[in-house]
C-alpha cells in the first residue's frame, strides 16, 4: 500500500489555525466574486493547465468504457448549457436529472449549474409517485433521463404542466419522440467551445436535494453556489484527495454524497476519479478498483459490511495494493467492519458524518489521527459542535452523556432553505444551533459517538427513507387499512423498512398479499422504500386521539424500552 | 408446484423491466450484477419463489450470486430439493 503525507499534516495543530479562508485561497476566491461551481470543476481545471489529465473513467456494467478528459468535461458540460439555454431554460430553472450513473449525468450536473440553473438530482430507481412528489414541489422545468425512464415521466405528465422540456440522453431515433421530449446525445452534439457561465454569486442557488424527514413529504434543500467553499477543503482534507490520485466514490449523484463529492469535491480538486454502474458483488467492485488502481475510496457502511460478509478470501483474489485511503458515509460504520477493514486493506475505513442539510463533512476521523472504531471522529477543522441537552437544547458539558448533536450554523455549505418549506427550515435551529436530529455523546477524548435519530426517519443502507411516504402510499392499496411504518435492525443495512398493516375487511393474511403489497411500494415510490417485512396485524397502537405511535411498534423490534404508554389507547 | 424457467423469467421481465426497457433478458442474464434487480428488490425476488414454490430460502442461501440468474435460481431451488 502506497503511503504519502496526507494534505492535513495534523488534526490538532489545524484546528488551532483553520478559516474557511484557506479554502477561498486555494480556490482564488474572495468575498464577492463570481463563484460558479461548474466553472471551478471544468474550465478552472483546465486554466491550471491540467486540460488533458483523465477527469472520468466510466465503465457500464456491460463493460463498455469511456474516458474523458478536463477539457472534455469543459466542452461537454459547455454544451449541455447551451442546449438548456437554446431550449429555453432560464438561470433559477430546477433542471431535474434522472439517470443512471452514466456520464450524462455528471456532466449535466455541471452544465446547469454553469448556466446557473438549479440542479435536481434525483435517485434514477424511483418510481413515478416519488418522481411526481419531487418534481410538483418544486415545479421543475426540464427533466433530463433516459429511454428506459421515460415511462415513468410519461405516467405523470399530464400532472405536470409547468415541466417544458424532457431531454432524453440515449435516444436512438427507433421511437418517435412526444410532445415536450427532445433528444440530447453529448457525443454527436457539436461541442461548444466557450460558454458564458452564469455570473453566479455566494448565494445563488445551485443544487436542490430532496431528503425524507417524518412527518410530510420530502423537502428539498436548498444549497448554493458557496457551498464548494466546504467542499473543496473538506474532500482535499478528509477524503485526502491529491494530484495523482485515482478516486472511486460509489455514492449515487441522486443522493447529497454523490453530488458534494462525487462531482463537486473531487473535480474542483482536479483529480481522476472513476465510476461505475455495475451491479454490487464483492468481485466486481474488487475487479473494478483493482482494474483502475483506485487509491482512495468512498463509500458506504451497508457496502463495507456486504463485502465483509464475503470475507478477506474474496480480497486477497485481488491485487488492490494502490489503495491508501478509505472513507465511509451514509450512516455509522460499526467497530467490527472498521476492524475488518484493517484486516482485508492493510487500513481502516475512516468514518465520516454529515447531512443533506450540512452540504459537506461534519465530524469525521481524518488521515493520520487516530480510529477509535465505532466511533464518528471529531469535528472537521471550522466546525463548532456541541450535543445539546435533548429537553433544554443547552450544550451538555459532561462526556458521555446522550444529546442531539448540534452546529453552529456558520459553515459555507450549510443550506438556505427547504425549498417552500421556510416553517421546517426554521424550526431546524434551536438557541443558536444548527440541530442534526442525530444524537450521540462526546467521549473524554472528544470523539463523537452516534447513538441514533432522534425522530422515526428509518436510515436503510445510508439513505434516509421518511415513514409518511410509505404509509401514505400503502394506504393506496386497496387491501390496506391501516398501516405504520419503522426501522427494523439489519446486520447488513443497518436498519430497513418494516411495515405493520392492519387489512380491510374481506382480505385474508396471505404470502401472496404481502408479495403484492411489497412490489406496490416498491414501483410507486422505490426499492428503499420497499418494506423488507411486513407484519399483519389487527390494530395498530395508537394515542387516545388517534395517532399511531411509531415510537411503540420501534421498541419492540430493537429490543428497546417501550417507554411511556399512558397515552396509548389500546393494550399491546 | 415444479419449476419452470419460464415463469420465473416472465415474473423478473415483468417485475424489475421498466415499459420502456427494452433489454434482452435470458436464463443467464445477470439480474444482480446488472442491476436489473438491485438488492433491496431481492427480497421481493425471494419472497416470490417462496410463495411460489412452497419452499423458505434461509438468509445464508439468499447471496447476490444465488439470484444473480435465472439458471442461477434455479440450481438453488434444486439444492432446497424444489424440481
Given at each position: 500500500m502506497p503511503s504519502k503525507p496526507s494534505n492535513m499534516k495534523s488534526y490538532e495543530e489545524e484546528v488551532k489555525t483553520f478559516s474557511w479562508d484557506i479554502s477561498k485561497k486555494e480556490l482564488e476566491y474572495k468575498d464577492g466574486d463570481i463563484i460558479n461551481i461548474g466553472w471551478y470543476c471544468s474550465d478552472r481545471i483546465c486554466e491550471k493547465g491540467k486540460a488533458e489529465k483523465l477527469a472520468l473513467i466510466w465503465e457500464s456494467s456491460k463493460g463498455e468504457e469511456k474516458r474523458y478528459t478536463f477539457n472534455d468535461l469543459r466542452l461537454i458540460t459547455n454544451t449541455m448549457a447551451s442546449y438548456l439555454k437554446n431550449l429555453g431554460v432560464n438561470q433559477g430553472d430546477r433542471v431535474c436529472l434522472f439517470m443512471d450513473k452514466i456520464p450524462e449525468l455528471y456532466m449535466g450536473f455541471l452544465g446547469v449549474l454553469k448556466l446557473g440553473a438549479i440542479a435536481q438530482p434525483l435517485f434514477s430507481a424511483f418510481g413515478s409517485e416519488s418522481l411526481l412528489t419531487r418534481l410538483e414541489d418544486a415545479t421543475t422545468t426540464a427533466i433530463m433521463t433516459q429511454k428506459k425512464?421515460?415511462?415513468?415521466?410519461?405516467?405523470?405528465?399530464?400532472?405536470?404542466?409547468?415541466?417544458?422540456?424532457?431531454?432524453?440522453?440515449?435516444?436512438?431515433?427507433?421511437?418517435?419522440?412526444?410532445?415536450?421530449?427532445?433528444?440530447?446525445?453529448?457525443?454527436?452534439?457539436?461541442?461548444?467551445?466557450?460558454?458564458?457561465?452564469?455570473?453566479?454569486?455566494?448565494?445563488?442557488?445551485?443544487?436542490?436535494?430532496?431528503?425524507?424527514?417524518?412527518?410530510?413529504?420530502?423537502?428539498?434543500?436548498?444549497?448554493?453556489?458557496?457551498?464548494?467553499?466546504?467542499?473543496?477543503?473538506?474532500?482535499?482534507?478528509?477524503?485526502?484527495?491529491?494530484?495523482?490520485?485515482?478516486?472511486?466514490?460509489?455514492?449515487?449523484?441522486?443522493?447529497?454524497?454523490?453530488?458534494?463529492?462525487?462531482?463537486?469535491?473531487?473535480?474542483?480538486?482536479?483529480?481522476?476519479?472513476?465510476?461505475?454502474?455495475?451491479?454490487?458483488?464483492?468481485?466486481?467492485?474488487?475487479?473494478?478498483?483493482?482494474?483502475?488502481?483506485?487509491?482512495?475510496?468512498?463509500?458506504a457502511p451497508t457496502a463495507i459490511r456486504s463485502l465483509?460478509?464475503?470475507?478477506?478470501?474474496?480480497?486477497?483474489?485481488?491485487?488492490?495494493?494502490?489503495?491508501?485511503?478509505?472513507?465511509?458515509?451514509?450512516?455509522?460504520?460499526?467497530?467490527?467492519?472498521?476492524?475488518?477493514?484493517?484486516?482485508?486493506?492493510?487500513?481502516?475505513?475512516?468514518?465520516?458524518?454529515?447531512?443533506?442539510?450540512?452540504?459537506?463533512?461534519?465530524?469525521?476521523?481524518?488521515?493520520?489521527?487516530?480510529?477509535?472504531?465505532?466511533?464518528?471522529?471529531?469535528?472537521?477543522?471550522?466546525?463548532?459542535?456541541?450535543?445539546?441537552?435533548?429537553?433544554?437544547?443547552?450544550?451538555?458539558?459532561?462526556?458521555?452523556?446522550v444529546g442531539m448533536i448540534a452546529f453552529q450554523p456558520n459553515w459555507p455549505s450549510i443550506i438556505r432553505t427547504y425549498w417552500n418549506n421556510e416553517e421546517i427550515y426554521k424550526n431546524k435551529f434551536k438557541n443558536g444551533w444548527y440541530l442534526s436530529g442525530d444524537r450521540a455523546s462526546i467521549d473524554e477524548d472528544g470523539y463523537y459517538w452516534f447513538v441514533g435519530r432522534d425522530d422515526d426517519?428509518?436510515?436503510?443502507?445510508?439513505?434516509?427513507?421518511?415513514?409518511?411516504?410509505?404509509?401514505?402510499?400503502?394506504?393506496?392499496?386497496?387491501?390496506?387499512?391501516?398501516?405504520?411504518?419503522?426501522?427494523?435492525?439489519?446486520?447488513?443495512?443497518?436498519?430497513?423498512?418494516?411495515?405493520?398493516?392492519?387489512?380491510?375487511?374481506?382480505?385474508?393474511?396471505?404470502?401472496?398479499?404481502?408479495?403484492?403489497?411489497?412490489?406496490?411500494?416498491?414501483?410507486?415510490?422505490?426499492?428503499?422504500?420497499?418494506?423488507?417485512?411486513?407484519?399483519?396485524?389487527?390494530?395498530?397502537?395508537?394515542?387516545?386521539?388517534?395517532?399511531?405511535?411509531?415510537?411503540?411498534?420501534?421498541?419492540?423490534?430493537?429490543?428497546?424500552?417501550?417507554?411511556?404508554?399512558?397515552t396509548l389507547e389500546n393494550d399491546m | 408446484m415444479a419449476v419452470t424457467k419460464d415463469t420465473i423469467l416472465e415474473y423478473v421481465r415483468n417485475e424489475y423491466l421498466e415499459d420502456g426497457d427494452d433489454r434482452e433478458v435470458t436464463y443467464n442474464t445477470p439480474l444482480i450484477s446488472g442491476g436489473i434487480v438491485d438488492s433491496f428488490s431481492m427480497v421481493s425476488l425471494k419472497v416470490f419463489l417462496e410463495t411460489k414454490y412452497n419452499v423458505s430460502i434461509?438468509?445464508?442461501?439468499?447471496?447476490?450470486?444465488?439470484?444473480?440468474?435465472?439458471?442461477?435460481?434455479?440450481?438453488?431451488?434444486?439444492?432446497?430439493?424444489?424440481?
Open positions: 425512464h421515460l415511462p415513468k415521466v410519461r405516467n405523470i405528465l399530464e400532472k405536470m404542466p409547468y415541466l417544458k422540456y424532457i431531454i432524453v440522453v440515449d435516444d436512438d431515433g427507433s421511437k418517435a419522440l412526444r410532445e415536450r421530449e427532445f433528444a440530447l446525445n453529448i457525443e454527436t452534439e457539436p461541442k461548444v467551445e466557450k460558454f458564458d457561465c452564469f455570473p453566479s454569486t455566494a448565494e445563488t442557488k445551485s443544487v436542490l436535494h430532496y431528503t425524507s424527514g417524518t412527518t410530510g413529504k420530502p423537502k428539498g434543500a436548498q444549497h448554493v453556489h458557496y457551498s464548494l467553499i466546504s467542499q473543496y477543503i473538506t474532500a482535499k482534507y478528509v477524503l485526502d484527495l491529491q494530484e495523482d490520485d485515482v478516486y472511486w466514490c460509489t455514492a449515487d449523484p441522486g443522493w447529497v454524497t454523490g453530488t458534494s463529492y462525487g462531482i463537486i469535491g473531487v473535480w474542483a480538486n482536479g483529480v481522476t476519479q472513476c465510476v461505475t454502474d455495475i451491479g454490487f458483488t464483492a468481485d466486481n467492485w474488487y475487479k473494478f478498483a483493482e482494474k483502475n488502481k483506485v487509491t482512495v475510496w468512498y463509500s465483509m460478509k464475503e470475507g478477506t478470501a474474496a480480497v486477497k483474489k485481488h491485487d488492490l495494493s494502490s489503495l491508501r485511503h478509505l472513507a465511509s458515509v451514509g450512516e455509522p460504520l460499526n467497530a467490527e467492519a472498521v476492524i475488518w477493514s484493517q484486516e482485508a486493506f492493510g487500513m481502516m475505513f475512516h468514518d465520516t458524518f454529515w447531512q443533506t442539510e450540512t452540504g459537506s463533512i461534519m465530524v469525521s476521523n481524518y488521515p493520520g489521527m487516530k480510529i477509535k472504531p465505532g466511533s464518528m471522529g471529531k469535528p472537521f477543522p471550522g466546525i463548532t459542535a456541541t450535543v445539546l441537552d435533548l429537553k433544554t437544547s443547552e450544550p451538555i458539558t459532561k462526556k458521555g452523556i426517519v428509518i436510515n436503510t443502507a445510508g439513505h434516509l427513507v421518511g415513514p409518511f411516504e410509505i404509509e401514505s402510499a400503502l394506504l393506496e392499496h386497496p387491501a390496506v387499512a391501516e398501516s405504520a411504518v419503522v426501522g427494523k435492525p439489519d446486520p447488513v443495512n443497518m436498519e430497513v423498512v418494516k411495515a405493520f398493516i392492519a387489512l380491510k375487511p374481506g382480505y385474508d393474511q396471505n404470502k401472496m398479499l404481502e408479495l403484492e403489497i411489497m412490489n406496490f411500494v416498491r414501483k410507486k415510490l422505490s426499492a428503499l422504500a420497499m418494506p423488507q417485512e411486513i407484519e399483519f396485524v389487527d390494530s395498530l397502537p395508537k394515542t387516545r386521539s388517534g395517532k399511531i405511535m411509531r415510537r411503540v411498534l420501534r421498541a419492540k423490534e430493537w429490543g428497546e424500552e417501550i417507554g411511556d404508554i399512558s | 434461509p438468509d445464508a442461501k439468499a447471496t447476490p450470486e444465488a439470484f444473480d440468474s435465472v439458471d442461477n435460481i434455479i440450481a438453488l431451488l434444486k439444492e432446497m430439493g424444489v424440481e
